[in-house]
Antibody, heavy 119, light 105 residues
């Protein structure tokens, strides 16, 4: 199982960024997916999740209305469109795969994508 | 949201030691608890799910126990690669929440 993330970088406050994560080595279309972030020197914070079909999406209150999660099962890809970025969104963002024990029961994680929001 | 509290926040130990990390939930989460290991600069790695079941490939010197509100992660004999930060996570109640981490050094 591999989860390969891309799309991070430096963005100004108020700006937008799109993160992507490509899964391989498992049946992507039957796995719920999440994004979890970690601010510098801090712990883990769940950000967003999407169901296997993409028909249901979920967001932490801290990002609701600013972030949009989506998936393309034909390309084994989950994405996170981030807009209205704030300095406190600065973090490493991980995609995480849900498992048989539940949507938020994570068994594999991507390598992390660094996002820096600063002027 | 359910609050997850780990203790201790940091722990000093030596190779070969047996260590135990605690995680307490602010309300009953049955056994909907996972443990993760994170080495510096690396992604988290899943160790345990459903409080006591080892993820595939995780060495048997790791074990988990507990139910309800109190849980423990035990490493029976520390190896050099086990020095890392450990997190618990509850997935019983939305939104999922993590403990603040325990740094093992």
């Amino acid at each position: 199982v591999q989860l390969q993330g891309s799309g991070g970088g430096l963005v100004q406050p108020g700006g937008s960024l799109r993160l992507s994560c490509v899964g391989s080595g498992f049946t992507f279309s039957t796995s719920a997916m999440s994004w979890v972030r970690q601010a510098p020197g801090r712990g883990l914070e769940w950000v967003s999740a999407i169901s296997v079909t993409g028909g249901s999406t979920y967001y932490a209150d801290s990002v609701k209305g600013r972030f949009t999660i989506s998936r393309d099962n034909s390309r084994n890809t989950v994405s996170l469109q981030m807009s209205g970025l704030r300095p406190d969104d600065t973090a490493v963002y991980y995609c995480a795969k849900g498992s048989q024990c539940g949507t938020y029961c994570f068994d594999y994680w991507g390598q992390g994508i660094r996002v820096t929001v600063s002027s | 949201d359910i609050q997850m509290t780990q203790s201790p926040s940091s722990l000093s130990a030596s190779v070969g030691d047996r260590v135990t990390i605690s995680c307490r939930a602010s309300q009953d989460i049955r056994n909907f608890l996972g443990w993760f290991q994170q080495r510096p600069g690396k992604a988290p790695k899943s160790l345990i799910y459903a409080a006591s079941y080892l993820q595939t490939g995780v060495p048997s010197n790791f074990s988990g126990s507990g139910s309800g509100t109190d849980f423990t992660l035990t490493i029976s004999s520390l190896q050099p690669e086990d020095f890392a930060t450990y997190y618990c996570e509850q997935y019983h109640t939305y939104p999922p929440t993590f403990g603040q981490g325990t740094r093992l050094e």
